[in-house]
């Protein structure tokens, strides 16, 4: 009897959808896909790629001219190498605006991406959000002075020494 019901309350939880993860429909995946392609996010990894490969080198080659020069003739093949990194962030990021969105919302969204105003969105999102961190960051800090300020004065009212 207790394994009955044991089994029972696995199935139920198994097949409950607040438990299981959604798996997108293939119509969104597609969408989804396109999408990331049109916002240039794979093209936004690969220019990651220069930046990685500069903090790798002094700690491979050591300041060593021939294994520099070596490694610069590697770059070819590294930036092959790369490229099924690049296929797996587009699957990836795909997947999680298919689970997020169905697939008309997708399409209009990439609609959007495709006009002139979301092409600006697109070249400016960078700027933008490096900009909007900066601000947040300098509130953020402004914020943490205040706070610890006030409750420093509130402890010492409260008779303890800080």
């Given at each position: 009897m207790?394994?009955?019901?044991?089994?029972?309350?696995?199935?139920?939880?198994?097949?409950?959808?607040?438990v299981?993860?959604?798996?997108?429909?293939f119509d969104a995946m597609t969408a989804a896909r396109s999408l990331v392609i049109?916002?240039?996010?794979?093209?936004?990894?690969?220019?990651?790629?220069?930046?990685?490969?500069?903090?790798?080198?002094p700690a491979l080659t050591q300041d060593r001219p021939e294994l520099e020069r070596d490694y610069d003739a590697m770059m070819p093949m590294v930036a092959e190498a790369f490229e099924p990194y690049y296929t797996s962030m587009v699957d990836g990021i795909a997947a999680i605006y298919a689970t997020n969105f169905t697939a008309a919302e997708l399409r209009d969204i990439e609609a959007f991406y495709r006009q002139?105003?979301?092409?600006?969105?697109?070249?400016?999102?960078?700027?933008?959000?490096?900009q909007a961190l900066a601000v947040g960051q300098e509130?953020?800090?402004?914020?943490a002075d205040d706070l610890r300020q006030r409750l420093t004065e509130a402890l010492r009212q409260k008779g303890h020494k800080l």
């Open positions: 207790v394994q009955r019901l044991l089994i029972a309350v696995c199935l139920l939880l198994l097949l409950s959808p607040g299981r993860a959604q798996t997108p429909s049109t916002m240039k996010l794979a093209d936004q990894y690969k220019a990651l790629l220069p930046a990685i490969l500069l903090g790798l080198k002139p105003a979301g092409q600006k969105m697109l070249e400016k999102m960078p700027a933008i959000s490096q509130i953020g800090r402004k914020a």
